[in-house]
């Protein structure tokens, strides 16, 4: 089955400085890429989401990349704010046939200083 | 739209005991899943549904049992607690298309067994 890789666990940045989350999946037939916020004891909530024929996507302060050759996706975070403070998840599907699982990495906390 | 609510939001059971985690959404979702996160872990899918009647295990179903009796409810039973199922428990649904779509999650359910 799929795998998701993410890194790092923790990440510590200051205020207005950019953070940077990678993920890296196993399978190949993977389309779609979900990125969750979830703040401490909250539900995960969808932030941005790509798909495989998409290189990059943009949302305001927050973007996504693909890299389907290298299997790998990343979140980049510009300009954070102490409420960007959370545990992020990426997430791939393991679509088959109308099936849409999605496997999850284990999170990155993301703690942005003032 | 309240999307998707799970009740109870916490429970304390004693080893042994059973108990029914109940899941709603009013989306109109055909799918729907239950996800388990352990402290500091990603989301394991525990078991899914494409639809009414149709119901499949995931990553980690052992333990654990699932109905899927109408498009609105998807409830998640655990027959003999263990102290290893105590962790966070949360349900959610997506919408069925040509292509994956986000998955939308409820508060979850805090269940620790003692």
């Known amino acids: 089955g799929e795998n998701v890789e993410q890194h790092p666990s923790t990440l510590s940045v200051q205020e207005g400085d950019s953070a940077v989350i990678k993920c890296t999946y196993s399978d190949s037939a993977s389309n779609y890429f979900p990125w969750y916020k979830q703040e401490l004891g909250k539900r995960p909530q969808l932030i941005i989401d790509?798909?495989?024929?998409?290189g990059e996507k943009k949302d305001q302060r927050i973007a996504v990349t693909l890299n389907k050759t290298a299997k790998h996706f990343s979140l980049h975070i510009t300009e954070t704010q102490p409420e960007d403070s959370a545990v992020y998840f990426c997430a791939a599907s393991t679509s088959g046939g109308s099936n849409y699982k999605l496997t999850f990495g284990k999170g990155t906390l993301l703690t942005v200083n003032p | 739209n309240a999307g998707v609510t799970q009740t109870p939001k916490f429970r304390i059971l004693k080893i042994g005991q059973s108990m029914t985690l109940q899941c709603a959404q009013d989306?109109?979702?055909?799918?729907m899943y239950w996800y388990r996160q352990d402290p500091g872990m990603g989301l394991k899918l525990i078991y899914y549904s494409v639809g009414a009647g149709i119901t499949d295990k995931g990553e980690v179903p052992n333990g654990y049992n699932v109905s899927r009796s109408t498009t609105e409810d998807f409830p998640l039973r655990l027959e003999l607690a263990a102290p290893s199922q105590t962790s966070v428990y949360f349900c959610?649904?997506?919408?069925?298309?040509?292509?994956?779509?986000?998955?939308?999650f409820g508060d979850g359910t805090r269940l620790s067994i003692l």
């Open positions: 959610a649904s997506s919408d069925r298309g040509k292509s994956n779509q986000p998955q939308h």
């Open positions: 790509i798909r495989s024929n998409v």
């Open positions: 989306m109109n979702h055909n799918y």
